[in-house]
């Protein structure tokens, strides 16, 4: 079979690999599609590098069928349509204990800490799997991981119907996050500079504005009759973003920070004194979110043909990922791990 | 009648005044113990000279007796025991639309941007005056509103019985959450870098720990086993305060911000995403924080006579100041408007 490999030095190199057989609690999927998430771009400039293995198979947005199951393994047929929910727990620890699995002191990630789902047949635990509706098409099942992320975010944002909710950042998850809230009846508004991912937002019905012409509190302020936003979700991971956040919040509004901040950010505690503010973090996913994802995706809630912008065969990846560094009017991009050529 | 007069220049003048007799929907109070906080102190150092109208009276923590009623004065008779909860909201913005009027948008604070209580008569608006049990000593009475403070901001922290916390600087706000938390069930450390403030809450049997001289995040991994805390309440208003707390705080921990940051902190949102972290703001108090005061006060859970470590007559206003801007050895500092030499 073929496989993607990160070999280091912002590389992905397409080769032949044995197949892993699947082992005791083990399945072997026959992988349709991988999705490139932010993450794999972060792999790929080497951030990650302390990591991932060298070289490795990265990918964990997916979708695919069941090929062959170890054995101890339940609950599961061969040809099944199925996603990954690539995260692994110890059950042991204080996050653990306390129900949090996702947010385990010892979390590892598949596709990152291990081999990932680039490739045309990958071996997981047979505990990650997780069954798709035999009617959703598998392209639209590769974007189960993400609209869970968004999907937990939008969790821990406690909205309502009808609060008027702020989205800063619009690439896919800031996108799915805007539908995914949209569908739980909030108003929303999505701050992005990068006109193209405008145009894709503005497609799916969601009201866009540029952070770098408009004026983003002014308008918040405008929309919510002077009260601010109950919700801002801060996706881009930039300084300014958190500060945008933090000033047009309403008295009691929740920020959600979900872009990844590798560096300290200056807050204005001030003003989360001042109007009484709520700051989150939200993380991956819990099962549940899988689920819920998997309901939006089936009734359409989340626009998967105008999100998936490029579909690419396993042999072109280097070129995708290349694509998808050029941003733009990259959205998503879907790996055809069955196309090798 | 005697008054203590801010006049600028960090100066306190206490000098004769004539008493404003109370105009319709107004109460004229005989004021018998203010105490000192820490916002009449910054009032002091001219910090908030574009809110005060010098010269001033000012001071907001305080009880007395209803000595005379304006017209349209219901529910109250000469002689009641009272203290006050001195906010004005406009009940009209956003924020008191949605319920939040201690958070309103045109909050003005009654000895602040209104004559305060560091003076023998003080009229009032009748709404913000609040009675007191006629067994709840005077003294005791001066701390309903620190206390309602510490209430409100206990209650912002979701604290459960049974869950650890965090409270990061000892002085009296400090020290009353400490109190207030343990009266909910919550286990409690106290961290404060004065030794004569540790041994004050030593007295009242909180667990100290000093941040200068102690390993606070070890101290506090190795009392949680390896969780870190439930919560963390930054009452210090130090950058150091806030980067501990978010150091020590469980996964889904939550950080109170109750101390004052003139100035933009750097927060670790990397820890705040990978822990699932919550920071809330919390802001004075709400109408029903003033009535569990009140009971935590009569049922002698705030430790009310160790806590008041000095009373000073009226005509010693100024040095009172003087000793409390000293630090150290003093906690709550009340002045006795009722002994004016």
């Excluded at 990954?84 to 947010?103: E, F, Q, S, T």
């Excluded at 193209?196 to 302020?221: F, H, K, S």
Aim: charged share 20%.
């Amino acid at each position: 079979m073929r496989a993607a490999l990160y070999t280091g030095n912002s590389t992905i190199v397409v080769e032949e690999r044995p197949p892993v057989p699947p082992g005791p609690c083990e399945v072997q999927i026959d992988v349709a599609y991988t999705g490139i998430c932010g993450t794999d771009l972060h792999i790929l400039h080497g951030s990650m590098d302390d990591r991932v293995r060298i070289p490795q198979t990265i990918g964990h947005e997916m979708s695919g069928h069941v090929a062959a199951l170890g054995t101890d393994v339940a609950d599961l047929t061969v040809g099944t349509p199925v996603t990954v929910m690539p995260l692994r727990w110890c059950g042991a620890c204080p996050a653990c204990l306390a129900g949090h699995h996702h947010i385990c002191h010892r979390l590892t990630f598949i596709g990152i800490d291990s081999a990932g789902a680039m490739q045309q047949r990958w071996t997981v635990p047979a505990d990650v799997v997780v069954p798709l509706p035999a009617d959703l098409p598998l392209t639209h099942g590769a974007l189960v991981e993400p609209t869970a992320v968004a999907v937990h975010d939008v969790r821990r944002a406690d909205l309502h119907a009808g609060a008027k909710a702020v989205v800063i950042g619009g690439g896919p998850i800031g996108v799915l996050i805007a539908l995914v809230a949209r569908s739980v009846g909030a108003d929303v508004v999505l701050m992005e500079v990068d006109t193209r991912r405008r145009a894709i937002a503005g497609e799916l019905g969601i009201r866009t504005l540029d952070p770098a012409r408009d004026n983003p509190t002014g308008e918040v302020a405008a929309w919510t009759g002077g009260a601010g936003a109950a919700v801002a979700f801060e996706v881009s991971g930039s300084a300014a973003g958190i500060a945008t956040a933090v000033e047009l919040l309403a008295v009691r509004g929740r920020l959600v920070v979900v872009g990844l901040h590798s560096q300290q950010r200056e807050i204005d505690l001030f003003r989360f004194f001042w109007r009484e503010l709520t700051m989150v973090g939200a993380r991956v996913y819990q099962r549940d979110d899988y689920d819920t994802a998997i309901d939006l995706l089936r009734a359409g809630e989340v626009g998967a043909e105008t999100l998936i912008t490029h579909v690419e065969p396993l042999a072109n990846a280097a070129a995708a990922f290349d694509a998808l560094r050029g941003g733009g009017g990259v959205m998503k991009v879907l790996i055809d791990c069955r196309a090798t050529s």
